[in-house]
């Protein structure tokens, strides 16, 4: 990752689980490896969702991504620091509207 980022690891959330790495007080990132998995699965997602809920932007990366494509993650972490709004300034009165990259929702005509 470029110079200048505050990375600290193991950041307790709300609900008494940890983030592995927090980036930027913005950017929570769990690494995960294949043992498992099958067993995690949804405790795995629920701690996404967690994550989220605390406010930060959540990403999973695998730890052979981590060891061996180290690129792709910091690309993955570089591009959510840049798209990141920060919790409870989605403008909607502190409701989220929901937002689908790309689509624009169009009126109907009548005719």
Do not use: C
Request: aromatic share 4%; hydrophobic share 35%.
């Amino acid at each position: 990752m470029a110079t200048g980022h505050e990375v600290r690891s193991q950041i307790p959330l709300t609900s008494g689980e940890r983030i592995d790495l927090l980036v930027d007080e913005t950017v929570g990132i769990e690494v995960n490896g294949k043992e498992n998995h099958l067993t995690t699965f949804e405790r795995d997602h629920r701690k996404g969702a967690v994550i989220v809920t605390n406010g930060y932007h959540g990403l999973r990366a695998t730890a052979r991504m981590v060891f061996d494509d180290w690129e792709l993650v910091e690309a993955m972490v570089e591009a959510a620091l840049a798209m990141h709004i920060p919790f409870g300034n989605s403008g909607g009165g502190g409701r989220l509207r929901r937002r689908i990259p790309g689509s624009m929702r169009r009126r109907r005509r009548r005719t």
